[in-house]
Structure formats: C-alpha cells, structure tokens
C-alpha cells in the first residue's frame, strides 16, 4: 500500500513539478514543422517576457516510461478519472473515455490525469460530447482546431472519433510541451492558446484537475480501510 501511495505521488509529481522551470525568455529558435498558430504563440510570449532575462533552455525531448510500476500507478488513476466524468456523461462513457486517457498517454511523459483534465476544461460543459463544436471550429471531446488536426495526420472530420481526437490531443501537448521548454503547466494553457482566454481556461483546468486528486484520495482511503477490515475479519 505504501509502495503504491509513493510511486503515485511520484509520478503526479512529474506532471506538476514542471511548474517551477521558467520558459525561455528571449526569443525562442522556430522549429521545423511549426504552424503559423504556433509562431504566432512564440512571438506573442516572448513579446509579453521582453523585459525578463534568464537561460536559454533547450526544448525537453519526451521520453518514454518503462516501468511497469509506473504503468500500474497510471493504471490506478482510471477509476477517479471515471467517477468525475460520471458526473457530466454516462457512466459507460465515463468509463470509456477514462481507459482511452489511460491508453494513449502509455509511452509518454503525460499521465492519464493530464489527458483527462484537458477534456474536462475543453466540453465538461457538454457532457464530453463527441461532436461538440466550439464557436472557433474546434473539434470533439479535445477540441482541435482543424489546422491543429491536419498537423497531426487527421481529416478534421476524425476528431468525432474519440481514439483519433485523444490521439491528436496527445501529439498536440507534446507538441507545446516542446515549445514551453518542458513546462507542463505553461504547455496546458498553449493548448488553449495566449491571454485572458487561456488565463481562464487554465483556471478551469486546474480545478477539473483538483476534483479528479480529491476522487484518487478518496479511492485510496477506501481501499485502505477495506485492507484494514480483511485484516481483522
């Protein structure tokens, strides 16, 4: 039990720690492939942090985790992850769209609970619907704009496919992950973009992310008190 409290503190540490590393403040070098959305976010940041000086900092390569552990820690968040999507679709739907946040962050840096807040900030108010569309034009439960799935390899009609949009959603945190210099925190709000907008949404996220802590809490503390009655059954 306290094996698996630590290995889970471990890995939620990964998704939060980023918090404390800071952005490259001078202009940062455009890599290849970006979108002009994308230089556009650049320019627009380093324009806002002009008078700040620090470090360069190289763009953090994501790299996969192998440990199986890891992987059951991961495992363990699915659970709280459906109880709070239960509150705004069906539970069936819940369940599904919690085992898709655990399947296709595997192999990344991302956890399941990164996944699963993005889509709570992005249609919790539409019931996680595959076929929300924003004023914008964003797409499905992760509402990608159309450009923003074409640069990942999908016709903009494959964000109704939950497994594509998840897909693409995963590719386009990345993606910002890279341009924030491996800030997660700062990488979760370029995936809404810059300004109040995403101030906002970033707010939204955290919360959705605070509720989905308190379900893995709670989880925790049932099982332990199961594991305490087995034992004095």
Same mark, same amino acid.
Request: proline fraction near 6%; charged fraction near 25%.
């Given at each position: ?74 495992? @363990? ?14 539970? *069936?739907?819940?369940?599904w ?18 996944l ?41 009609? *494959?964000?109704?496919?939950?497994? @594509? ?22 990488? @979760? ?16 996220r ?10 893995? *809490? ?6 332990g ?5 087995a034992?004095?059954?």
């Amino acid at each position: 039990m306290k094996r698996t409290i630590v290995s889970l503190v471990a890995v939620l540490f990964l998704s939060t720690s980023c918090d404390q590393s800071h952005m490259q403040q001078t202009q940062a070098p455009l890599q290849p492939g970006l979108s002009p959305w994308d230089r556009d976010l650049i320019a627009r940041e380093s324009e806002e942090k002009s008078n700040a000086t620090g470090p360069a900092r190289q763009p953090v390569q994501v790299q996969p985790f192998q440990d199986d552990d890891a992987v059951e820690v991961r495992r @363990k968040q699915i659970p709280a992850i459906s109880a709070t999507f239960a509150r705004r679709t069906t539970p *069936e739907r819940a369940q599904w769209l919690a085992e898709l946040c655990f399947k296709k962050t595997i192999g990344t840096t991302l956890t399941p609970l990164d996944l699963a807040e993005i889509a709570l900030a992005e249609t919790g108010g539409h019931r996680l619907s595959s076929r929300a569309v924003s004023p914008r034009g964003a797409l499905g439960v992760w509402q990608l704009m159309p450009e923003r799935a074409r640069s990942h390899g999908f016709h903009p009609s *494959e964000m109704r496919d939950d497994e @594509k949009c998840a897909d693409a959603a995963v590719r386009e945190l990345k993606e910002k992950l890279t341009m924030a210099g491996g800030n997660l925190s700062k990488a @979760k709000r370029y995936y809404c973009g810059t300004g109040p907008a995403a101030a906002a949404y970033d707010k939204l996220r955290k919360r959705f992310r605070a509720e989905i802590l308190r379900e893995l *809490e709670k989880g925790f503390q049932e099982r332990g008190l199961l594991v305490q009655a087995a034992s004095h059954g």
